[in-house]
């Protein structure tokens, strides 16, 4: 107020900018021209008002990019955390996929073997590169007892060689002091397949040079000595190698247990219990 009165008599300048007002307000209201006119005022003063409005509307336009960012970052974080849930549900129903068909085929395994048979599971592997032992979580209190049979889907795994109250461990078919006897399916020759210290391969002792032994031949348990039950399955024959200055053949066969993946297995309990006294046959003595 003190700007627009400085310099002159303030009632004067009052009553003259009244009066303007007044004017104004009775042409509005009685000359119709001056509504054209205040049309072309309001359209002069337009940019005005879209340059007075530019600040407020910048400033929630920035508002909105900032929450939508925000958003749309804790709305990645949340995706981001559902996915790995959903790859660790995946992953779990692919485990439990792989052990429901490894219990399928054990199941099936358990259908062909006559004799009594009790499930265990693997829970320990020995750290020795040299023995072939695992830990199942079978043992005397479960009537598990030393010297008896182990089997998985495939065949043979070994037997037991120690049993505790609660745990045993068993001695595989591929270790170097494990000895077991097998026959050949296709004729019935019969030999001691020895371990070799590798998962894959076992070795057939004292086979004669002119044994009828082919690769592809599958050995079974022949039952002899008592610690294996008969007509399980063993190994598949991979090599024959004869030399004609040797007296016996050099026969390799692949075990048909998956030795170094299975988990669960089963325990043969024949027509009766070996007693846990050594000398345990069926395995080399140091």
């Known amino acids: 107020m003190k700007l627009i009165f400085r ?9 003259v900018l009244v009066l303007m007002a007044l004017l104004l307000i009775i ?19 337009t940019p005005l008002q879209w340059l007075v409005d530019v600040p407020g509307r910048v400033a929630d336009d920035l508002s909105g990019v900032l929450v939508d960012r925000t958003t749309l970052l804790k709305e990645n974080e949340r995706l981001k955390s559902e996915a790995l849930l959903l790859e660790r549900k995946v992953q779990q129903i692919a485990a439990l996929t792989a052990e429901n ?11 062909r073997v006559k004799d009594e048979v009790m499930l265990a ?6 750290p020795d590169p040299f023995l072939h032992q695992v830990i199942i979580n079978r043992g005397a209190e479960d009537r598990a007892y030393i010297g008896q049979a182990v089997l998985d889907a495939g065949g043979v795994i070994g037997q037991v060689v120690e049993a505790s109250h609660y745990t045993s461990r068993v001695m595989m078919i591929t270790d170097a002091r494990h000895a077991i006897p097998v026959e050949i399916n296709r004729n019935g020759l019969r030999a001691i397949a020895l371990g070799k210290g590798v998962y ?16 592809g031949d599958l050995l079974i348990s022949s ?10 399955p063993v190994a598949v024959v991979t090599g024959v190698i004869r030399d004609p200055g040797r007296p016996f053949s050099l026969v390799t066969a692949k075990p048909t247990a998956r030795l170094d993946k299975s988990r669960h297995l089963l325990l043969v309990r024949g027509p009766r219990e070996v007693p846990q006294e050594p ?6 003595n140091e």
């Not at 310099?7 to 009553?15: D, I, M, T, Y």
């Not at 599971?121 to 020995?126: A, C, D, K, M």
């Open 7 to 15: 310099g002159g008599s303030p009632r004067a300048l009052f009553v």
């Open 27 to 45: 042409a509005d209201l009685n000359w119709s021209k001056m509504r054209e006119t205040r049309g072309y005022l309001s359209l002069l003063i």
């Open 101 to 111: 068909l490894r219990l399928r085929e054990l199941l099936d395994g358990k259908e």
């Open 121 to 126: 599971e693997l829970i320990g592997v020995n």
């Open 200 to 215: 894959d391969e076992i070795e057939l002792e004292h086979v004669p040079d002119t044994a009828d032994v082919r690769e």
């Open 223 to 232: 039952g002899l000595g008592g610690r294996f039950p008969r007509g399980y």
């Open 279 to 284: 000398p345990m046959a069926g395995v080399i």
